[in-house]
């Protein structure tokens, strides 16, 4: 495959626009010409009409926006005899373009670039020391089929299919045991066309768990920038037992009701991770932070730890903005979550989990949430009931402890918090402080608890629970709660 795209290939970086123009035209004076005419023709047709502006300006969007090279290499999907019509399956031009640049690790590593187009795939795999670019208006399709879905073992840490037991659909884009993976672009996007898979899920016509559409497991050094992900038959992006992984100025979409399960991004037993600057909007919750599955997930036991996710803007009608758990038996510790806006959803941010889990979720920070127009903001849930079988030890009790709430803040609220702990996991060390949420309605019962213990810094509104210790501004003590087990949760508003 080298031969193909050697011998001066790799100077196609040089701006898009004269790859359109003939021959004949080779002289500078003659091109910049020809240039000036057509820009006088688009500004003039721009004005003319909307249609002509839109020509106009994809015109000129595509001739100023030359893709960067970011490694010493770099291919084009054409090269390798791609086709961008969005009907030509390009599995084996992806999969010749990763082994060509598979060979290029020491000097480096390689780019593949996605000119734009169509680019109708079914899976295939990354390699490390790989840049994967998406022009503008590039836009890679999964297949709908699931013929062409390759089935892999379940995830050690999960025993099972998360839907079916046994095996499991593989990722649209997959990576295992890579190093330094790059996905980026001009806002180029990942499409898995989920629309089938879950009409498919919904009629019951599935006999395995539907496949992610990025999944990199047991990796490290990953990097996923500036390019949109949309539609995933499943968890959109799922880093898996990864370590050094940056997620920044991701927009990630899918229908907001009847996209089952369509998760953003699911950190799941990953350490050193930063999301920042992302736009998120799907079908399940935007963020949902794992480590493992009862017995499967304790047994794995790798935590997911020192995660940052800051400067988001989420929505969640069927769950949650961001959540930890409700998987989480490998442990959750060290997690910031800061500026955050959650509009128009069900719930902003979550805790779940249930007996069975084991494991932990401490030392958790959220500092300066927003919620506009949420049903419920701050729920932490400990009976969410969803086992992989019945193999798990009912007495593996989750430690939830450390967690503190800094600005909170919001609009058109209906239950402000509700932390409802159990005798069995109690919440431990809850804080609260500097919060002003504003209500859809003035009742009584809308901070609501059950078993958990913690305190309040200073004056919040809503009035908190009784559950909760009362400290002045300055941190003194002014109320001692002897009440932390009682019980004041009404999940009916
Ligand atoms: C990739 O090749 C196609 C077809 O040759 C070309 O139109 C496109 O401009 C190339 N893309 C880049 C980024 O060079
Ligand atoms: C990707 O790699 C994994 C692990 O080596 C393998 O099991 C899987 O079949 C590969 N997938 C494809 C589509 O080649
Ligand atoms: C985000 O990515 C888009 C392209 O996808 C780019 O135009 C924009 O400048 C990026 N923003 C930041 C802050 O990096
Ligand atoms: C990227 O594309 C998505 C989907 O078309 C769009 O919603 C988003 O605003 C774009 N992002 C940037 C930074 O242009
Ligand atoms: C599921 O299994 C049934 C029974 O074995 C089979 O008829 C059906 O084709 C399978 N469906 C898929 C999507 O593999
Ligand atoms: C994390 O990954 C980035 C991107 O590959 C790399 O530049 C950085 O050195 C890595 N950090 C550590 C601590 O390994
Ligand atoms: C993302 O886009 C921004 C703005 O164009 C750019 O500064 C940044 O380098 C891009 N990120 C990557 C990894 O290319
Ligand atoms: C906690 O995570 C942050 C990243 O969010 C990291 O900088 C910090 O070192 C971690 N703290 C500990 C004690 O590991
Ligand atoms: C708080 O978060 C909002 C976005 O939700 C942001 O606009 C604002 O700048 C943040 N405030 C601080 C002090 O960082
Ligand atoms: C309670 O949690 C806070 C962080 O929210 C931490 O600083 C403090 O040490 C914890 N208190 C105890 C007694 O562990
Ligand atoms: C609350 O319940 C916990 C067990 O969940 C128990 O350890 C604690 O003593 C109880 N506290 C009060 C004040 O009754």
């Known amino acids: 495959m080298v031969e193909t795209v050697s011998s001066g290939r790799f100077q196609y970086q040089r701006p898009d ?10 002289s500078h004076k003659t091109f910049f010409t020809v240039l000036w005419i057509a820009a006088f023709a688009s500004v003039f047709l721009w004005q003319r009409s909307s249609i002509g502006g839109g020509f106009a300006l994809a015109f000129w ?14 291919f084009n999907l054409t090269d390798f005899g791609g086709v961008g019509d969005g009907v030509t399956v390009n599995t084996a031009a992806f999969e010749r373009a990763v082994s060509a640049i598979s060979k290029l690790g020491k000097r480096g590593g390689g780019q593949l670039n996605v000119p734009p187009g169509k680019w109708l795939t079914a899976p295939f795999n990354l390699t490390s020391h790989m840049t994967l670019f998406l022009a503008e208006d590039a836009v890679i399709l999964g297949i709908e089929n699931e013929k062409y879905w390759p089935l892999m073992p379940p995830l050690p840490s999960y025993g099972y299919g998360r839907e ?30 989920g629309q089938t898979w879950w009409k498919k899920y919904r009629q019951k016509l599935l006999n395995h768990t539907r496949g992610p559409l990025v999944q990199i497991m047991w990796s490290s050094d990953i990097v996923i920038t500036n390019i949109t992900l949309r539609d995933s038959p499943f968890w959109t992006l799922h880093p898996y037992d990864c370590k050094n992984v940056t997620i920044r100025n991701v927009t990630i979409l899918a229908p907001i009701f009847e996209a089952p399960n369509t998760d953003g991004i699911d950190p799941d037993s990953c350490e050193d991770m930063v999301i920042e600057d992302c736009y998120i909007s799907v079908g399940d919750d935007a963020i949902a932070i794992k480590s493992g599955w009862d017995q499967y997930g304790i047994a794995y ?48 941010v979550r805790i779940k989990t249930a007996p069975g889990r084991g494991g932990y979720v401490r030392n958790i920070v959220y500092r300066n949430l927003t919620f506009d127009n949420v049903r419920v903001g701050i729920v ?5 009931n969803e086992h992989p079988d019945d ?8 430690i939830l402890k450390d967690i503190s709430f800094t600005g909170v803040y919001g609009q058109g609220v209906r239950v402000p918090v509700r932390i409802h702990g159990s005798e069995e996991i109690p919440i431990r060390n809850v804080t609260f402080r500097d919060m002003s949420v504003g209500l859809t309605y003035k009742k009584k019962h809308i901070f609501q608890c059950a078993f958990v213990e913690g305190r309040v810094i200073g004056t919040i509104f809503p009035a908190p629970c009784e559950n909760l210790d009362r400290y002045d501004e300055q941190g003194r003590l002014i109320k001692h709660s002897v009440s932390q087990n009682l019980t004041d949760i009404d999940y009916d508003f």
């Open 17 to 26: 626009f004269k790859r359109w123009v003939p021959a004949f035209l080779s």
């Open 61 to 74: 969007r595509t001739s100023y926006r030359p893709v960067p090279r970011l490694r010493p290499v770099a």
């Open 164 to 193: 079916h037991p046994g095996p499991r659909y593989g990722s649209l884009i997959h990576g295992q045991n890579l190093r330094d993976v790059v996905i980026t672009g001009h806002n180029g996007t990942i499409d898995g066309q």
């Open 301 to 348: 036991g790798r935590p997911t730890k020192n995660i940052l996710i800051r400067n988001l803007v989420v929505r969640s009608m069927v769950s949650a903005g961001v959540s930890i758990g409700s998987e989480m038996s490998g442990g959750v510790s060290n997690v910031t979550v800061e500026n955050l806006l959650v509009w128009s959803s069900r719930r902003a």
């Open 380 to 384: 932490i849930k400990t009976d969410y």
């Open 391 to 398: 193999g798990y030890d009912r007495t593996a009790f989750p």
